[in-house]
């Protein structure tokens, strides 16, 4: 490779909590934590869109106890979570038009996958998943990313507890890091969009930028020519659902890696872990980060493909980028060797413990990034250990 082509600028963009899709992600992974509470074989697939005042749900729900789930206060109460408690402003927690269009799941779909055996257990869907995890940061995840959902939740933070009064529920953020032979070396630009309340523009930008600034110093990636592009239009008032529609999963880039790796295609909220879509997606992670934690390589992406309604994945590629430290191949034989993972979809969904989250919550997951924070079961590096006496290393 050229010296030249080493030298790249990968940008990646996160949303916030308020933003019209995420909040639909919420609301469709908390109706999931309602029915998994209320029963842990419970499927599930919650849809949810929203709009000027209005919220709808609809999609596919098999769950014991169902009467006692209240779809509408839950929805409810995520948006008066998120901070959507303004009526004038369009849309509000106690003023939005509901209504609900769940219904009973196909018994076409659940003849192949409700299955008590875990080993036998069928796929609730084909399709591939993908799980990525590189040396790059402390998270084990691409650097742009971690940065983009960091600085969200920072503002997000100073919203709620009041320091920056103005700022509204719903914001983007995109961070461009310079990149030279594969190591982040410096922040280019950072651009952030915040609904505000009707506040002058030229306050707006100093509060932002200089807060942004002083959450991005603790990287050591700021330079005299990284570049600020703060509401970039001059104005960001009319936001969230009343400025523009959302519906659920429509953020998997933003869920995932930022762009880095691949995509099987598949969203995540609102889907029980019988989907694999989901689950496998989480699975993979945890083996591409176990694998990187191992020193088995410096970056790992796992591929995984499944039929409807069969355990046996069809398929396990990995691809290490030319920074394995034994061979792909190797790696592959350790994964499909079922002894440290597998993959089957019962197995892994047992494995991390997916249909009874204990200290945590698949609506705590649906916000900043499903990967690379602490407290869910895929982000543990437990497995190192095992995977490096398996390798011989």
Not at 163 to 174: F, H, M
Not at 229 to 240: C, D, H, L
Not at 266 to 280: E, H, N, Q
Request: with cysteine; proline share 4%.
């Amino acid at each position: 490779m050229s010296k030249l082509a080493s030298r790249h600028i990968f940008t990646s963009e996160s949303v916030s909590e308020g933003h019209p899709d995420k909040v639909c992600d919420q609301i469709s992974d908390a109706i999931l934590d309602a029915c998994l509470q209320q029963d842990s074989e419970a499927h599930v697939a919650c849809e949810t869109a929203v709009g000027s005042n209005l919220i709808v749900n609809l999609g596919e729900v098999t769950c014991v106890n169902w009467d006692k789930i209240n779809p509408k206060a839950i929805a409810r109460d995520v948006v008066k979570d998120i901070g959507y408690n303004v009526p004038s402003e369009g849309f509000s927690f106690d003023t939005f038009n509901y209504l609900n269009a769940l219904h009973g799941q196909s018994v076409d779909i659940a003849q192949g996958v409700n299955r008590l055996d875990a080993a036998t257990q069928g796929a609730g869907d084909q399709g591939m998943m993908f799980g990525y995890a590189s040396d790059a940061t402390e998270e084990l995840m691409p650097a742009p990313i971690v940065y983009a959902h960091g600085l969200l939740q920072f503002f997000t933070a100073l919203r709620k507890n009041g320091e920056i009064p103005y700022l509204r529920p719903d914001s983007k953020a995109q961070v461009s890091v310079l990149h030279d032979n594969g190591i982040a070396k410096e922040i280019t630009a950072v651009v952030i969009s915040h609904q505000t309340g009707d506040v002058p523009i030229e306050t707006i930008r100093k509060d932002l930028e200089e807060n942004a600034r002083a959450y991005l110093a603790e990287t050591k990636m700021l330079t005299d020519k990284t570049e600020f592009f703060i509401n970039p239009t001059g104005r960001f008032v009319i936001g969230g659902p009343c400025g523009d529609s959302g519906v659920t999963g429509r953020k998997i880039i933003v869920d995932t890696y930022g762009g880095v790796g691949s995509h099987g295609g598949g969203a995540f909220s609102g889907k029980d872990p019988s989907k694999v879509d989901r689950s496998a997606a989480y699975y993979c992670r945890y083996a591409a980060k176990n694998i990187v934690a191992a020193g088995l390589a410096d970056k790992c992406e796992i591929q995984v493909a499944y039929a409807i309604g069969v355990a046996k994945p069809m398929s396990i590629n990995v691809s290490t980028y030319g920074t394995g430290k034994i061979s792909e191949i190797q790696i592959e034989q350790i994964l499909m060797s079922n002894e440290i993972f597998d993959f089957r979809p019962g197995m892994l969904i047992k494995d991390l413990g997916l249909k009874t989250p204990k200290t945590w919550s698949y609506r705590k997951s649906s916000n900043y990034g499903h990967f690379g924070r602490d407290g869910f079961p895929w982000e543990n590096i437990d497995r190192a250990d095992a995977l490096r006496s398996a390798a011989g290393v």
